[in-house]
């Protein structure tokens, strides 16, 4: 099965508004990445954060990770209508032997 | 750098054809994965190989999935025969040592008719 799932499925906000994604994995992790997807391209790699780090920034994007939870947060501030895409959490495991894993990602729509 | 680089683009073919994907990693790059993305089952890794050796190939669906990496630039993903059930977009990423952030291609997007 899946070892990140996001939350939610979709999401729908207006431009200028915070848009906030959520990521749940099952397993001890290395590090944990975000990845963007626009419609009928590849994946492109936003940000890393590795298990002993709490939070991360790059540019309007801002990453939280809680291994207690094994959880994260992808929150991306003032949303611009370039935004809209898909965006999936992926995790490199510990027993995961170098590869990563991605969850089904959730559907962010930036409406004008 | 040209990046991932995949080809085709677009591939229809019918069933019981042989259908070969092809793909040319980052210069440098040692790592190197084939994903499978539908709309029901998400991104799926099929195969990935480190230093041209297949390391894990517990993805793949079956035996009419094979996978070769003859040399560091490049790499084919080999479906025969095809099914319409294989229909979907396949994605070649590289990225070098452990994973500190892959790079994608742009995608086949193969079409099982």
């Known amino acids: 099965s899946q070892q990140g799932e996001e939350d939610p499925q979709a999401l729908s906000i207006q431009e200028g508004e915070n848009a906030t994604m959520n990521c749940s994995y099952k397993t001890s992790i290395n590090n944990l990445q975000w990845y963007r997807q626009n419609s009928g391209r590849g994946l492109v790699h936003l940000i890393l954060i590795r298990s002993n780090e709490r939070e991360k920034h790059s540019g309007r994007l801002r990453v939280t990770l809680d291994t207690s939870k094994k959880s994260s947060s992808l929150l991306i501030t003032a949303s611009r209508a370039a935004d809209t895409a898909s965006y999936f959490c992926a995790t490199d495991a510990i027993q995961g032997a170098q590869k990563l894993v991605f969850g089904q990602g959730t559907r962010l729509t930036i409406n004008p | 750098d040209a990046g991932v680089i995949q080809s085709p683009r677009h591939e229809v073919t019918e069933m019981g054809q042989e259908v070969t994907l092809r793909c040319k990693p980052i210069?440098?790059?040692?790592?190197l994965f084939w994903y499978r993305q539908t709309m029901m089952r998400g991104l799926e890794l099929l195969i990935y190989?480190?230093?041209?050796?297949?390391?894990?190939d517990s993805g793949m669906p079956e035996d009419r999935f094979s996978a070769k990496m003859p040399n560091a630039s490049f790499s084919t993903l080999k479906i025969q025969p095809s099914e319409p059930r294989d229909s979907a977009v396949y994605f070649c990423a590289s990225s070098f040592s452990r994973p500190e952030g892959y790079t994608f291609g742009s995608g086949t997007r193969l079409t099982v008719v």
């Open positions: 190989f480190n230093n041209n050796v297949p390391i894990d």
């Open positions: 210069s440098g790059h040692n790592s």
